[in-house]
């Protein structure tokens, strides 16, 4: 093996191009004879699509089409979008087409793309469409869509639910009839965005001589946009090359397949121009998938002991208007509620939701915060109206290490049962409770207190499937010049990808990290690719990488061995050399190896050697890969504004093995601030018609560097015995209990008024109101 | 279109083009002279993505046309590192994981170029306060702030040295 890179804190590959400017974005793709494309979109939350008058438009100098879905190429006409993740529990699968040709049922649908010279042109030739519509009624609350008497989400439809299912395990009537105590909450968390800083990007040319469709998307699963591409232009799919170069952020929402991403390609075939088209910031608020709106009404019973004998209740979900990623979230949502306790019984009762709003698909966390909070409130108001310890009441009901594998009881959207593969949650537990120095809180509460700041401790726990399959794919091939070409259909938008999978590589094969040659996100690379989500590339592409490397280290010994006349067991490999641990140490590089193992054109190899140096691996997980976490909050709150400061954030978590973690830190870091704008910033809003209400930076609030404090961090590693790295996800956990620590936090702060919280964001003005109704301000001014 | 002749230098090197009028400085950087390292985020001058120094101060290259900048001098973030070599923060930010996706990057090294040159010993809050016109989605900051305090410590150990000018 070369040397040690795995768990090592190696700086990053990427880091020096990104630095300088030089990285490469998708909008830095510049293309002779490039045009560009605004897209028109209704203004309407719902209406009928009467006519569309592009007269004016065209005769304005620059513009070179108004394309509307009678432009498009037939097989797009009357085919939407694809559903990508099918399920027989969804009723209603409805997809968008790329262009509407009678109904738009969200405000920002695209009708019509304009395409000019320059994007500014675009835009004005825009603004000269004359677009007619016949509004009709809409919906904007997933409540009001449950109603029987709702308007209709799309006009044929006979109900707005697209999906009911219950999920159930143990004996939940008996659990509730004999328990000590019963609590329900009503629970409620917000819709946000993805709001990567880099907005959603297309650019496609189609080259006529060679008859390849090229297009750059700001996509995190290029592979899956090609097949999708592939359908819907009825293309032959080794005709089309997705690439996905550096991307700015993804967080989910650039998992899915937009419309934006099939006309533009299909525009570019037409006009035999390559075009391109950069989202606004704008169009991100209103066109850019988002997450979060649900609807909890949960019962927890329990014994005297506040020992859960089971949880039941209803959730309702806001799936928007359409289903491109199917009920993946409420489904996750479902089954994440039971988390790392021991949940005799269970029973949920599900509805997604047809609105008259952008679809809901992943965003960092994908279903699991919401569920986290449902449990995690449920747990403190148990340790509030038994009056025992939160931390207490949650270490009686943790699943110990020694019940591993864990049985839940379900069945989890990979398909396979929801076990649990490995894991110490009570051990988490404690050292984040150490690390947040919790023994110590209600001294400092105190003291805060006698300097009149109210200061209070939340926590949460969770559990989170990550490392979903089916697969990822690495080619490890040693070049001719000694360099190792690397390719993935893993995709980077900031994980760190080329380093982690570069560290495992290059142990494997005795190679330097400088001299690997990555190629991520692009389907030219690689044949087969699925992409970025579910925190599942270190597991599926990390494992890929050692068992490629792995073989391309068994072939460069075995060549190595038989060029310098030694045995296999005498060669070792650093550096990218080959050296015979014997005599006078002959060496020979890994280019003239590569070299040898092309041959001599006419000449037969020497039996036994394969044509190069190279294997391609797809590993393929047997089931999900369960990582778990405990956080912390201790924040501080201003009983007149309403004004929340974290103080102090810990984290403790298992993520298996870790490969580097300078990365992993930095990912827990960033997920928590994603966190923390869910619990106390975020709030994508609109109006009882589904205007949209926030779509600015200036409305939507995301967190600054003065919200985010460092936190602090502990990773227990509990390797995962199913993968061979021992890994599991870390994309998203920073992310999953945060508003629900914080939540806690800021309710154990103001507790002495009594006030108790269930929803997210958790802003200023709901803090006020509900100290306003609580009469503390009576209490606060009379003391 | 009403097009205007506009003169500026960037990085130090002299750039005369005639440009529309309502081209911002953003694009005029990214698209007319090919300097795609300043970012474009939100358009409307709160990301700060897109900062850049105009005459030694930071400016929302979004919010700006191209021709305001008329004879100004302008730096990006290509300028930080003219020779290849990376500037003391951009070394930093590599020390101190400050960027994953990179894309808010170049306007956080801009912000923080500026603040490292005013004021050479930033306190945590004073940096964290020169950065809140700058979103970052994918670090939560950390790194960021981390990195601005390692390399204000560098650069004053460096301006330290016997014989540093």
Known sequence: MGAKQFGARVTRLEDPALLSGHGRFVDDVKLPGMLHACFVRSPHAHAKLMSIDSKVALIMPGVHAVLTVTDLPDSMRSQPLPLLLPNAALTTPRTQLALARDEVCYVGQAVAVVIADTRYIAEDAAAALIVQYDVLPAVADCRAAAEDDAPRVHADLRSNSASTFQLAYGDIDDAFAAAAHVFTEGLWQHRGGGMAIETRAVVANHDPASDMLTVWSGTQTPHLGRQTLSDLLARDPQSIRMIAPDVGGGFGPKAIFYPEEAVIPAAAIKLGRPVKWIEDRREHFLCATQERDQYWEMSIAIEADAKIRGIRGRMLHDTGAFVPWGIVMPYIASTTVPGPYVVPAYQLETSAMFTNKVPTTPVRGAGRPQAVFAMERLLDRVAHELNIDRAEVRRRNLIQPEQMPYEVGLLFRDGKPLVYDSGDYPRVQEQALELADYDGFRERQRAALNEGHFIGIGLANYVEGTGLGPFEGVTVRVLPNGKVAVATGATSQGQGTRTTLSQIVAEQIGCRLDDIVMTTGDTGAIAQGVGAFASRQAVNAGSSALIAGQSVRKQLVALAARTLGVAEGDIELEDGQATSLRGNKPSVGFGDLARLAQGIPGVSLPSGQAAGVEHTAYYTPSQAAYCSGTHVAEVQVDAMTGGVKILRYTVAHDSGRVINPLIVDGQVQGGVAHGIGNALLEWMQYDANAQPLTTSFADYMLPMATDVPTCAIAHVEVPNPLNPLGVKGAGEGGTIPAPAAIIAAIEDALSRFGVRFAETPLTPERIVSAMRAAGAYERLFAA | ?165
Do not use: W
Request: negative net charge.
């Open chain 2, 1 to 165: 279109m009403g097009r205007q002749a506009t003169r500026m230098d960037v990085n130090g090197k002299s750039y005369a083009r005639v440009v529309d009028a309502r081209l911002t400085l953003a694009d005029f950087l990214r698209h007319e002279i090919n300097l795609t390292g300043t970012h474009v985020g939100c358009e409307h001058g709160v990301c700060g993505a897109c900062t850049v120094l105009v005459d030694g101060r930071t400016a929302r290259s979004c919010l700006m046309f191209a021709v305001q900048a008329n004879g100004c001098e302008v730096t990006t973030v290509e300028g930080l590192a003219p020779d290849g070599k990376l500037s003391v923060l951009q070394q930093a930010f590599i020390d101190n994981h400050g960027l994953q996706c990179g894309f808010c990057t170049p306007g956080m090294l801009m912000t923080l170029t500026e603040l490292l040159r005013d004021k050479p010993e930033p306190s945590e809050p004073e940096v964290r306060e020169a950065l809140t016109g700058n979103l970052c989605r994918c670090t939560g900051y950390a790194g960021i702030v981390a990195a601005a305090l390692d390399a204000a410590r560098r650069l004053r150990d460096e301006a330290e040295k016997p014989g540093a000018a």
